[in-house]
């Protein structure tokens, strides 16, 4: 595969107004084949002119245009001539700036609506249906359209859900049409993309492959690189294409944090070694991230402390390297938005994770993160275009503060050994029901939580008094959103049977039926 720079394609720039689905824009984007980058509400003009957008996109959020201190982005947005698609926010912005009204809501809208289309004409609306699902969140209201513009849809509550001006190219719809919740709106996405922006749908991972090694490239010039492994697909495909790039100058480190799923680790080196050829280092810090978990029960603690410490190895290691000065890792965007880091300073912070909030604030190397725009998914297409093998592309997600966040309260050698082993259960049934066939949809992660309820229970004609162990299996498009798996009886009861029957100190199994949202794929 070729790794010259190619010819910068047609790009449509997103501008992130804080709404927690708003990379789900540049998914489907991408799923259009066509090139498209995210950048913050108020990136300025310079900066969105350098990514030569041949469309914008305004993101919703979750504030109100109508404040004295609401969010905005560049004036010259509003007058560049590009054609230009508000969603939610991004509809009420078009409507403030151009002349139209608007009033806030007694109540917020937030839920499945069934939208009329009062102009099938509109080229937003071409192949659409005259009434379909969509999924509303505002808490404004357009009530006037600006000059030039016309209704397009509405719904029962919200009488402009969409309006146009075809001379200006420049549209808004007032509910998500990124968002699988609204039927059609894949199409009115792509109608945006192709029929109004004119962009051709060019754009495939094997340029976005080629263009990601060339940035490395000119990042890294010739100094040595560090790469943090930790047995993911993430950091697989993050150290393939760093090694494209720059070859020996890459070391990879594999750190075994005791945290890891049954004999996990020897795996992991030995698929690193022998099949990706990469050069690895295997670093033994059980005892390390051990001590700095003792008696730590807050998720969010242990996340922040286990970061900590990864980075302190990683620096430690670096010094027996020379000249390195930058470190490798896995982070895609699921990790950035729901940290909220600065790229994506509206949102609205979930939990940190070790690889992005956990980091020291100072370090002695610099991030290369190669993969910080995708999705899971999308990491694996990219990793079928680097030439990865399937066993490695396809493994479930694993987070990477390892088996502490499957322990609800205290890591100890104890408490490991629990969900370890439970774990191990839940994923070898679940496997061999995959590979016989029997699931489908396929579930995108699945595995044992350690929970510190305790109950009563009788095993042998006597009472126990042990352990809850919780499964969680989901399906997924991205890990944004998910469902929880609806599992065969037959195959939870195996499960439940199994750890109840084969793991010391547990008594009684539950499954989680909890969607995210509300919950996360993760129980901490």
């Known amino acids: 595969m070729s790794t010259s720079v190619q010819a910068r394609p047609a790009t449509v720039v997103i501008l992130d107004f804080g709404s927690q689905v708003s990379q789900l824009i540049a998914r489907r984007a991408r799923e259009a084949n066509v090139y498209s980058e995210l950048l913050p509400y108020d990136a300025a003009w310079s900066e969105i002119v350098k990514r030569e957008p041949a469309a914008i996109i305004l993101s919703g959020g979750p504030e109100s245009t ?48 069934q939208l009329t289309v009062d102009r099938a004409d509109s080229a937003l609306f071409l192949g659409v249906p005259h009434e379909s699902r969509v999924w509303m969140s505002h808490g404004d209201s357009v009530t006037q359209v ?62 976005w492959v080629d263009d990601a090694i060339a940035k490395v490239r000119a990042q890294v010039g010739d100094a040595n690189v560090l790469c943090a492994l930790s047995g993911g697909v993430d950091s697989a495909v993050a150290a393939t294409l760093v090694a494209r790039a720059i070859g020996k100058q890459l070391t990879c480190i594999y750190v075994d944090t005791g945290l890891m799923r049954k004999d996990e680790s020897a795996g992991v080196v030995a698929a690193f070694r022998d099949v990706l050829h990469l050069n690895v280092v295997h670093v033994d810090a059980k005892a390390r991230f051990l001590a700095r978990l003792a008696g730590v029960e807050d998720p969010e603690e242990k996340r922040i402390r286990i970061g900590h410490e990864f980075i302190a190895i990683f620096e430690e290691e670096s010094k027996k390297i020379p000249d390195v000065r930058f470190l490798v890792q896995g982070t895609l965007y699921p990790d950035v938005i729901e940290s909220k880091t600065p790229d994506s300073k509206a949102g609205h912070k979930i939990k940190s994770h070790h690889n992005v909030g956990g980091l020291p604030e100072r370090m002695a190397l610099n991030l290369v993160e190669p993969l910080r725009a995708l999705f899971k998914d999308e990491v694996r297409e990219a990793g079928r275009v680097l030439g990865l093998p399937n066993a490695i592309v396809e493994r479930q997600p694993f987070p990477g503060p390892g088996l502490a966040v499957r322990i609800i309260g205290k890591v ?14 839940v994923t070898s049934e679940i496997d061999a029901a995959i590979a016989e066939g029997k699931l489908s949809p396929r579930p995108w992660q699945y595995f044992a939580v350690l929970t510190p309820v305790r109950s009563v229970g009788v095993m042998g004609d006597g009472r126990t008094y042990a352990n809850l162990v919780g499964v969680r299996a989901i399906t997924s498009e991205d890990g944004m959103t998910a469902d929880w798996a609806r599992l065969p009886h037959d195959l939870l009861e195996r499960i439940s049977t199994r750890i109840i029957n084969e793991v ?3 008594n009684r199994v539950a499954y989680d039926i909890t969607s995210k949202p509300p919950a996360t794929v993760e129980w901490e």
């Open 504 to 506: 010391p100190g547990v």
């Open 66 to 113: 109508l404040g004295d201190d609401a969010l905005d982005c560049d004036p010259q947005v509003y007058a560049s001539g590009l054609p230009l698609l508000g969603i939610c926010y991004g509809m009420q912005l078009l409507a403030k700036h151009l002349g139209g009204t608007l009033v806030p809501l007694d109540h917020r809208e937030f839920g499945p609506a």
């Open 146 to 207: 600006p000059p030039g513009f016309t209704p397009l849809a509405h719904t029962g509550r919200c009488a402009i859900a969409a309006m146009g001006d075809d001379a200006r190219r420049t549209y808004a719809v007032q509910f998500h049409p990124e968002v699988v919740h609204t039927e059609a709106g894949t199409a009115i996405l792509e109608n945006f993309l192709h029929t109004i922006a004119g962009i051709a749908a060019s754009w495939r991972m094997d340029s």
């Open 412 to 425: 100890n050698d104890a408490t490991l050994a629990t969900v370890r082993d439970a774990d191990f259960i």
